[in-house]
């Protein structure tokens, strides 16, 4: 079991920098690929980024492709995501989720999720 909480929602202004967390609770952090989405309202679900076990793999969504970087701590059970450049668009719901095995794009596939944290960008 992975209870997942994220943090460091808000509202920014276009092109500003901004570093969502993910603290996981739990003695198998280690071995869950990671992964970020969103969805803004009246969309559906959107695949932001994904990151392996240990942190050697890592895929991002077009949308946010070269403008984001998602990492972890294993040491301290806790994944981040560095997102650049932000854009009106990027304004979401933004959910952390959890799955053994490795990464993918496909939410189906991920077996834990946390609550969300919102971040609202502005023009």
């Known amino acids: 079991q992975v209870h997942l909480v994220e943090s460091g929602g808000g509202l920014v202004h276009a092109g500003d920098s901004l570093r969502l967390s993910c603290a996981a609770s739990?003695?198998?952090?280690?071995?869950?690929?990671l992964g970020w989405f969103r969805q803004a309202p009246g969309k559906e679900r959107e695949f932001v980024a994904s990151?392996?076990?240990?942190?050697?793999?890592?895929d991002y969504g077009n949308s946010v492709r070269n403008r984001a970087t998602i990492s972890r701590d294993n040491n301290n059970n806790t994944m981040f995501l560095q997102m650049n450049s932000l854009k009106p668009e990027d304004t979401a719901m933004y959910y952390c989720?959890?799955?053994?095995?490795?990464?993918?794009?496909?939410?189906?596939?991920?077996?834990?999720w946390g609550q969300g944290t919102q971040v609202t960008v502005s023009s």
């Open positions: 990151i392996s076990n240990f942190g050697s793999h890592t």
């Open positions: 989720a959890a799955k053994l095995g490795s990464i993918t794009s496909f939410e189906d596939q991920y077996e834990y």
């Open positions: 739990g003695h198998t952090f280690r071995y869950h690929a």
